[in-house]
């Protein structure tokens, strides 16, 4: 093993027997109700894609560098006790399908895994949130979304002016590509003094408005966010994100919880409507609702950062009925910590997510589903602020799910393709079944 990276900890994790398992696998789904919980841990990838350099992301690792920055003890400036201490998720196999994406970064050594573990590529054309999740359900995006380009200004003069116009502004600010804190911490002020709100954009194709709850309204600011989803649908332009913020002067200016997205409705049903179109509830937890445009969801629930999240999770565990899926994104990996460069906190956004499991699977009953993934990756390691082209891991557990490696598998979609087939809702366009 590289003595360069940590040795793994993976005491303490919730083992159901292995034997077990591959002896009632087959009739478990059978004889028991069956459900499905995706959790989706916001961009965190397992190692770069082979197409990664096309991206300018070749040699990113997410999980690889964040191990191995939080094992030297000095991620961000942070001091770090020890090595990363995620004992429930390698306990699932995530050391194993990570070391099969990149050998440098150590296999879990201690025993057989208690889930089925893989890594799988993304056949969508880009790297970002809509084509990650709507692949996962069974669309992958195999067409160019429409970007801006890196100047300023970055928005074509008449889809800002119409903007202007029709919302009746005294003008915008930013107009170029930028980090969502450092724009806000730029132009804040001058924001609140003028009434112009903050519109900006990313290597996504994305329209984002930074307004202020107060001085802007939160509610003006979703109607603005309204007339500029209807403006960029001729761009191509994935999803206009609203992102209110509060604060009085640079230094406390805060984004909230009450960010939006307006996204571009999928293109062909997904996974999501297939199973509503068949009567069963599907519930989005967090932004995963905004990612559909709505699209194939009976319920949303909103949530404010990860440990919410989790707890709506273990809620609908505890709730909800036979053939429903529950489908959670946990946003703050992304948003608070890949894209804000933070190591320290992303090695501590993991640790928090990984004490949390046994509770998950305490609260599951025969004939349950469980899978964790992600839908791009943000390697806070990288250069810049955007989202990195790789693999993203696949665990699957349950207590009828016999654990054992999946391999690499060749798109995101094989997850939505296995949950159909877990459900009894017939097969998918896209992706292969691994159960």
Known sequence: MDKGWPIWNNGGANHWSRAL?????????????????????????????PDAGRFGDAGANTFGHIIKAAADGH???????????????????????????????????????????????????????????????????????????????????????????????????????????EIIEKFGLEHIRTGKPICYTSADSVFQIAAHETHFGLERLYELCHIARELVDPYNVGRVIARPFVGEKPGAFKRTYNRHDYAMPPFRPTLLDIAKNKGRQVTGIGKISDIFAGQGITHSIPTEGNDDTFARMIECANTMPDGSITFANFVDFDQNFGHRRNIAGYAGALEAFDARIPALQAALKPGDLVVFSADHGCDPTWKGTDHTREYIPMLAFGPGIAPGPVGKRKSFADIGQSIAAHLKLGPLEAGESFL
């Open 75 to 181: 991620a961000d400036g942070a001091v770090r006790k020890g090595p990363l201490n995620i004992p429930n998720l390698l306990s699932l196999g995530l050391g194993l399908a990570a070391n099969d994406v990149d050998p440098s970064v150590p296999a879990m050594d201690n025993g057989p895994a208690t889930g089925l573990y893989g890594a799988c590529a993304e056949r969508s054309y880009g790297k970002d949130t809509p084509s990650g999740h709507w692949e996962m359900m069974g669309l992958p995006v195999e067409y160019d979304w429409g970007y801006f380009p890196k100047t300023v200004p970055t928005f074509p003069r008449e889809l800002t002016d119409a903007l202007i116009a029709r919302a009746k502004l005294p003008g915008i600010l930013g107009d170029c590509h930028a980090s969502g804190t």
């Open 21 to 49: 398992l591959k002896a009632g696998a087959g009739n478990a789904r059978k004889r028991h109700k069956l459900r499905a919980i995706i959790a989706v841990l916001d961009s965190f990838g397992i190692g770069a894609l």
